[in-house]
């Protein structure tokens, strides 16, 4: 069942940025809600308010609302018309399929002189006689009644027959109420019939029946191979009894009363907690994973489906696991045994048998600093049981043997020695030369040829020099 709440207000008050005291326009439908209350405190100034197919039994807790235009309230569980005269600028009232019997109800609506629509169909009191010509004589502010519009000759047509109207209006209304008091006993009579015998089910054995020889259950519940098959078996007719209990409920007929909408809530909440416990249980009861057999036998495991690569060489196994890049170290366990190595990650095994056996002890485990990867080396055992006596001799391959006369050459070679007075270091300081600093010479003033001069020859038709 849904209440209202604040963080259900603000939630649904995104488009204010979540401020509740300013809003505008709420939207609460199918919520669940089963009671008006808060929103005349929160939210003073909403205009439009929108709370249709909900749980909702009786229109209360909104006459503070002094500025609500629009008030939608279809598909509820509200009787009767109440509780909306503080409303001054209700405009438009939407009451479509609710329970409304009572259509004299409708006379507290005078006082809000602003209201032009009404909506009522889908009501039991929409099916009475004359229904329209009452409305539309006891509220002479209204423009349309159930999206349809009142015309002048209407009214004027109702208010003439209205004196006729009111009394059947009356007659049929003492009916529904008549009627509406039996389904009140018939539902509250079936809901304490389920009562009890959900209290039976529950007072029964574990399973839901009843047992008489106490030592033959004792004895079912001592051995663990028979205990299993009764759990499967229980768990199965739980869910044949729950499909058939469902088929049941929704091909059983019964009419649209407020008792039978809270009645299919109920069961749907009900359906949807036996779901859940169901999917609980499936979640906590795992098989045990088995990474040794009962033989001693080691199997390859790859619980968190993680990519690796197992390179094998004459000396050593490298196994390279793609270990998450951000992992924590601290949730990596790492376990190197003779035949077989096992990596914890996060509580997940990952275990791979080896091709040759290696030496645990000797065996390292890295993380690369750029992939984040988990690189293991586990060196080879290089000796071999010979038969007869218990001498270990080592065995050598080529690439052994050639690495000792490496190193037998490099200890007997023979460093050249230099003489200290030979070296040629260059000279610093005239890697950068200095230009000397020369003297200007004054220029020579040039001589100009004289007339007297022998060697002159006076050219007419050169123009003389300034």
């Known amino acids: 069942m849904g209440w209202i709440t604040e963080d259900l207000i603000r939630r649904n008050a995104e488009h204010n940025d979540c401020v509740i005291f300013s ?13 008006l209350e808060h929103i005349d405190k929160w939210c003073r100034d909403l205009k439009i308010l929108y709370l249709q197919n909900n749980l909702i039994g009786k229109i209360e807790n909104v006459s503070k609302l002094k500025k609500l235009e629009y008030l939608n309230l279809a598909l509820n569980n509200i009787e009767k018309i109440e509780n909306l005269e503080g409303c001054e600028e209700l405009a438009k009232l939407d009451l479509t399929v609710n329970f409304i019997g009572e259509l004299s109800s409708i006379k507290t609506l005078k006082h809000n002189i602003h209201l032009k629509e009404l909506f009522l169909m889908g009501n039991p009191c929409a099916f009475f006689d004359h229904y ?10 209204l423009k349309w009644l159930d999206d349809k519009e009142i015309e002048p000759s209407e009214r004027i047509k109702a208010l003439q027959e209205y004196s006729i109207i009111e009394p059947q209006i009356r007659e049929q209304e003492k009916d529904h109420c008549l009627k509406r008091a039996k389904l009140k006993e018939e539902a509250q009579r079936k809901h304490q019939e389920e009562d009890k015998n959900e209290d039976k089910r529950s007072n029964a054995g574990f399973d839901g029946r009843w047992y008489t020889d106490i030592n033959a259950t004792l004895s079912s519940l001592e051995s663990k ?19 058939e209990d469902d088929l049941e409920f929704w091909n059983k007929p019964c009419l649209f009363t407020p008792e039978s909408r809270l009645e299919t809530l109920r069961h749907m909440e009900k359906q949807r907690k036996n779901q859940e416990k169901l999917s609980e249980r499936k979640k ?3 098989p045990p994973r088995t990474l040794i057999t ?17 390179k094998d060489n004459e000396k050593q196994i490298i196994l390279d696991l793609a270990v998450y890049r951000y992992m924590d170290t601290s949730l990596i366990n790492v376990d190197v045994q003779p035949t077989y190595v096992r990596v914890m990650i996060k509580g997940k095994p990952f275990q791979l048998v080896l ?15 750029t992939t984040g990867h988990l690189v293991i080396c586990m060196p080879k055992v290089g000796e071999v049981i010979t038969g007869g006596q218990r001498a270990f001799t080592s065995v050598k391959t080529t690439s052994d043997r050639s690495r000792e006369h490496i190193n037998t050459r490099s ?4 460093k050249l020695e230099v003489d200290p007075s030979k070296h040629s270091f260059p000279d610093v300081t005239n890697i950068v030369q200095e230009k000397k600093h020369t003297p200007r010479r004054r220029p020579e003033p040039k001589i100009i040829p004289s007339e007297e001069d022998p060697t002159f020859e006076d050219n007419p038709e050169v123009p003389p020099l300034i």
């Open 225 to 243: 191979d028979h205990l299993q098959a009764p759990d499967t078996e229980e768990h199965n007719t739980k869910k044949l009894d729950n499909s």
């Open 284 to 286: 906590k009861v795992k």
């Open 294 to 310: 009962e033989d001693g036998k080691a199997l390859n495991v790859n619980e968190p489906k993680i990519d690796f690569s197992l």
């Open 355 to 369: 091709p040759a056996e290696v030496k645990p002890d000797s065996s390292s485990a890295k993380r690369s600093q």
């Open 23 to 35: 809003l505008e326009e709420l939207s609460l439908h199918q919520q669940e809600i089963e009671r």
């Open 132 to 141: 329209r010509e009452f409305v539309v004589a006891t509220l002479p502010q």
């Open 411 to 414: 200890k007997h070679m023979e």
